[in-house]
């Protein structure tokens, strides 16, 4: 048997062949080298395998595993099983680890018993680079213990966690697909606590012309989910997805959940989307957000947020693109479809890029959820 190291990276692949490269590199340059790195080959039909193969450099620590395409969260579950580290670091394939992360994600939980899983700053990068965009959350574990049922607080491919703790947790749970990760740190959450380093430790890549928002409403209606089942264990209740096949529309109305109320968070999601897009400087992609919202079937009231948000969202592209007089047209618009937004005018015209142009974000959480999460 292998001799154990003292932290496992789980690095899922499914047709990553061009950036799985730069992630491999930023694991295996550390400067904390006790760790090996298991890539899961999650059925790629390019040359994502061969790619792994060829970056590993005949490095001893990377050990690749293949199987037929099952998925995300299958494949973390794989690699829970296969690794020997008793901390479990998480990375994706088009990602990039900065030198120091592990040696100092090792260091915060040795000295901090009580904490079961620790994060980081991310800074949003594209293939030109690093973007002026960092996603952060709360650090100190009673904020994130007050934060999180509203929305998870730690970016998944950044955390570090213990093994153990992820294990006797239940690991991930296939029911609450794009949004595992939240399931994953309410569950560790009644047990330990979480927490967060202020310093940035990954830079996230975004792919302005490949994003899609196809898996937007499963993550919003999985993170609602996950509110559902937490509160029903916080109440000494049994875990309703306890069984469960998949998070869908009629777990959360059996949970209490109006249809308009799972409409709102799921418009507010796909905005959120759409405002990350713009902030970081794709315009095309926040209007692929704006018609994606105008393809959504929704209830009558969540039908109007939704137009108003769209028109909305399109007049921060136009302001972006320095055509004033089309913004202003559609925030004529959008202000009709919804008054509220009147207040906010100006500001848009000043700040553009602000989060959601001054809107709160009507699904309470899911605006902090990282797209590729």
Known sequence: MSPAVS?????????????????????????????????????????????VREHAGGDPRLRLLQQSNRGLIAALNR?????RGALIARMDADDVALPDRLERQVRFLESHPAVAAVGGAARYMDDRGPLPLELRHPCAPEAIRAALPRGSCLVHPTVLMRRAAVLAAGGYRPAFLH?????????LAERADLANLAETVLHLRLHPGQVSFAHVEQQVIS???AQRAARARGAGQPDPAEGVARIDR??????????????AAVVAGFVFRGDLMLRCGFAAAAESAARALAGLRLS????????????????????????????AARFVF?????PAFL???????????GRGGGTGPAGGGIARAHPGS
């Open 7 to 51: 932290v496992s990276v789980l690095l899922p692949v499914h047709d990553a062949e061009r950036t799985v490269g730069a992630a491999i590199a930023s694991v295996l340059t550390q400067t904390y080298t006790d760790c090996e790195l298991l890539v899961i080959d999650d059925g790629s039909t390019d040359r994502s395998a061969a790619a």
């Open 223 to 225: 993170t609602l989910g």
């Open 250 to 263: 009629r777990f959360l109305i059996d949970g209490g959940l109006s249809g308009e109320e799972i409409d």
């Open 179 to 187: 949004a595992e990760d939240y399931d994953l740190w309410l569950r």
């Open 79 to 83: 690699g829970l099983a296969e690794a």
């Open 343 to 353: 207040a906010n005018v100006a500001r848009a015209f000043v700040h553009p890029l």
């Open 300 to 327: 009558g009231a969540a039908r109007r947020r939704a137009r108003a948000e769209r028109l909305w969202l399109l007049g921060k592209v136009e302001v972006r693109r320095g055509r004033p007089a089309r913004a």
């Open 334 to 338: 959008a202000c009709c479809a919804r």
